[in-house]
């Protein structure tokens, strides 16, 4: 199994990012996919969240900013960010859950996004 991200990178307060989970060895449009992300001292938290069905759900601190995406065909989930500002800045990381468990089955390798003020 290996969940592959990437796209992130520098960028300025207002700026765009877009980040991928391109994902393989799992059956993805079985898996629930969640956008985590870390910053240094803090919890990991997560960003968004999106079902097989392709509903989204997203923490408050970044609803109207972020959008999360995924195209079965590739097995991939995608995190539109939008707007982005200086405490958005972590490591970035993709999540999946097999439907009907609880909590991540396989993590991702994390990617940076520095957002400078």
């Known amino acids: 199994v290996q969940l592959q991200a990437s796209g992130g990178g520098l960028v300025q307060a207002g700026g765009s990012l877009k980040l991928s989970c391109a994902t393989s060895?799992?059956?993805?449009?079985?898996?629930?996919m969640t956008w985590y992300r870390q910053a240094p001292g803090n919890q990991r938290e997560l960003v968004a969240t999106?079902?097989?069905?392709?509903?989204?759900n997203y923490a408050d601190s970044v609803k109207g900013r972020f959008t999360i995406s995924r195209d079965n065909t590739k097995s991939t989930v995608y995190l539109q960010m939008n707007n982005l500002k200086p405490e958005d800045t972590a490591v970035y990381y993709c999540?999946?859950?097999?439907?009907?468990?609880?909590?991540?089955?396989?993590w991702g390798q994390g990617t940076q996004v520095t957002v400078s003020s």
């Open positions: 999106i079902t097989t069905g392709g509903s989204p």
């Open positions: 060895g799992i059956i993805f449009r079985n898996n629930i």
């Open positions: 999540a999946s859950t097999i439907l009907g468990r609880s909590s991540p089955d396989y």
